[in-house]
């Protein structure tokens, strides 16, 4: 099974109903609920994503949401050595890209997938969008 990482953008286009990203990210999660991918995000991630919800809702509810999207989604850590390597590559010029890079390499992902492809110009990971990802399992 493919392991995924998601950029916070790809949550945040999922759970605010992001138009016109939100079906594509959608896509993504119904394959990971039928088993046929699995989904990986930072733990950053879910920190950025309910800042986000917390200005479009209440607490209670963000809270909810992104506890139900923890039963789809694997949250990794961020750790020392992330943070280290992060700080000490050249490569992205944006520090929170390179936390999200080291991320999913030190975790062993197959891909990352990201609306910003941009930021992740120099990866070593194959980097999509959740159209060009779902283009090539269809």
Do not use: W
Request: proline residues 2%; charged residues 25%.
């Amino acid at each position: 099974m493919k392991k995924i990482y998601l950029d916070t953008n790809i949550l945040i286009d999922l759970l605010s109903k992001r138009e016109p990203f939100y079906e594509e990210a959608a896509e993504l999660f119904s394959l990971a609920d039928k088993n046929r991918i699995e989904l990986s995000v930072s733990s950053l991630s879910i920190a950025n994503t309910s800042y986000v919800l917390l200005h479009q809702m209440s607490s209670v509810q963000a809270k909810s949401i992104l506890r139900k999207l923890r039963l789809i989604v694997k949250t990794l850590p961020l750790n020392d050595k992330i943070i280290g390597l992060a700080l000490n590559d050249d490569t992205f010029s944006d520090f929170e890209d390179g936390l999200q890079y080291f991320t999913a390499i030190e975790n062993y992902q197959n891909l990352i997938i990201s609306r910003n492809l941009k930021d992740f110009k120099n990866s070593k990971l194959p980097v999509l969008t959740a159209k060009q990802f779902l283009e090539t399992i269809e």
